[in-house]
T-cell receptor
Framework: DTAVSQTPKYLVTQMGNDKSIKCEQN?????MYWYKQDSKKFLKIMFS???????INETVPNRFSPKSPDKAHLNLHINSLELGDSAVYFC????????????FGDGTRLSIL | DQQVKQNSPSLSVQEGRISILNCDYT??????FLWYKKYPAEGPTFLIS?????DKNEDGRFTVFLNKSAKHLSLHIVPSQPGDSAVYFC???????????FGQGTRLTINP
């Protein structure tokens, strides 16, 4: 019973394609996040949703569109994939209060050919 | 503009000894700090945190120290065990920002 689960774990696709990554949490948390870990291993925030409402959009290209159908799910759709999109994408969740840790999924490794 | 820095990419420690991982930050608005541990092909796992109103927090073998004047925090693991071998990330946040700013990680290897 994984707390934060992402699918797929690996995604290999060609430039120009559109793909989606799904994330679900069963922790009852109100806030969910997407982070990107690039080739230099930095983990950087992309988006944050609180109760299905967008809170943070950290200057991410509009080819990336998060969708939160309910507070337990936050999916990430990426249009017109580019080589620079190759990275590991992590979903996380928290109870949304300050001074509370975020809990991460195991990541989706996206490789663009 | 890297606001959280872990200047040691790697650290090797003998089993049973103390491991000390360091982290520096530049933004004085940060008021909550966390350490995460990450194994290959897994997500970061929360380890321990500290609020800026404290200078020390302890949980079993793990202790985090915060020096606000130096904008420095450290994670002490004692005694170190082989299962502690992983990449350790420090992270920081600002009240109301609802995001974590991560350092680039330190790979800790515990040698038997």
């Amino acid at each position: 019973d994984t707390a934060v689960s992402q699918t797929p774990k690996y995604l290999v696709t060609q430039m120009g394609n559109d793909k989606s990554i799904k994330c679900e949490q069963n922790l009852g948390h109100d806030t969910m996040y997407w982070y990107k870990q690039d080739s230099k291993k930095f983990l950087k925030i992309m988006f944050s949703y609180n109760n299905k409402e967008l809170i943070i959009n950290e200057t991410v290209p509009n080819r990336f569109s998060p969708k939160s159908p309910d507070k337990a799910h936050l999916n990430l759709h990426i249009n017109s994939l580019e080589l620079g999109d190759s990275a590991v994408y992590f979903c996380a969740s928290s109870i949304g209060l300050h001074n509370q840790p975020q809990h991460f999924g195991d990541g989706t490794r996206l490789s663009i050919l | 503009d890297q606001q959280v820095k872990q200047n040691s990419p790697s650290l090797s420690v003998q089993e049973g000894r103390i491991s000390i991982l360091n982290c520096d930050y530049t933004n004085s608005m940060f008021d909550y700090f966390l350490w995460y541990k990450k194994y290959p092909a897994e997500g970061p796992t929360f380890l321990i945190s500290i609020s800026s109103i404290k200078d020390k927090n302890e949980d079993g073998r793990f202790t985090v120290f915060l020096n606000k004047s130096a904008k420095h925090l450290s994670l002490h693991i004692v005694p170190s065990q082989p299962g502690d071998s992983a990449v350790y990330f420090c992270a920081a946040s600002i009240q109301g920002a609802q995001k974590l700013v991560f350092g680039q990680g330190t790979r800790l290897t515990i040698n038997p």
